[in-house]
């Protein structure tokens, strides 16, 4: 089968197995790669419309235990400031997000778990659900108890987004310290599926030794894993980490992660189809023009604007070239709607912008 027959099956709702997903990562040239990112537009218009989800970002805080080898604010790395936001602060942002009509926000910290980190969580999402908006609220605070998944849903968190950066367990070990073992993040992501949230992961791509290979199994991973959203990026080094010096970034490598990340949004969105796909900043670092954008035409539905105060954003630079870290939460906002109109997609105001996979998946209990 050709390359043209395999992405023309696999558009009208085909399985392909995991080779047959290397094979579709592998466009062979520039007009098949631009009819793999068309098919995916038009099943993401078929599950999506051209409504793209806005969720507000809230990186609250960039304290973490964790010593992840590709990651900025990594315990080891001295030359962060670290901050905590306060609830009040947190809140504010919050009902920021809320008036701007995102109709949803994201909580990303660094990774706690002790008990004064559960509990403030816990009451950051009992003061967002009293706000005057409904406010769908995802978390993205790495591993937890069942017992903390539980307490946190039943505070209002909705969805959660647990990313596994490789499913491979040898890269897994590689950009991870001995302490984080691959089976925690898997089982991890199975406590949070029992807990009832709207289950979120998601890889790096074109990390070291990385294949097309890898990345089709990823893929696979997602499918199998049952997941409803779906959040990742090109791996983009960080200069103050173990695996940024040893793999710096040669001219020409980061376009080629880009070009990477915009196959595997495509792909994964004409496999898994009806889940949510966010175009994430990382797209935005390495094309601060179009990036986001480009995510959206391969089919992402999702983008996550910043809400946060801009005082803290250059503490959490989890990789070099974040975007917007001195524009403010307005002008963000302007920019992304901006953009958006410029490529013919509509932001989805005031709604929760839930995948239709987690109902699905839900129903078949």
Known sequence: MNYEELLRRTAAGAAPDTAEIARLLQAPDEAAEQALFAAAYEVKKEYCSNLVNLRGLIEFSNICTRDCLYCGIRKSNRKVSRYQMSIDEIVAAARCAGEFGYGSVVLQSGERSDP?????????????????????????CGEQSPETYRQWREAGAKRYLLR?????????ARIHPPECHYRDRVAALERLKTAGYQVGTGVMIGLPEQTWE??????????????????????????DTPLGVQHPDLPGMAEQRLQMALRMIAVTRLVLRDVNIAATTALQAIDPESGRERGILAGA??????????????????????????ENSAQVRQKLLDSLARIGERPRFNAHGDPEHFFTRMKQR
């Open 301 to 326: 539905n999702v983008i996550m604007p910043n809400v946060g105060d801009v005082a803290h954003r250059r503490d959490y630079q989890l990789y070099n070239g974040k975007p917007d870290l001195d």
């Open 164 to 172: 596994i950066e490789s499913s491979d367990p040898e890269i897994f």
């Open 116 to 140: 004064e980190f559960v509990e403030q969580v816990t009451e950051i999402l009992r003061q967002i659900a009293a706000l005057p908006w409904d406010l769908g609220v995802t978390l993205s």
């Open 214 to 239: 890898h990345l089709a199994a990823d893929i696979d991973f997602f499918r199998r894993m049952d997941a409803d959203m779906i959040g990742m990026g090109p791996y983009l080094p960080q200069d």
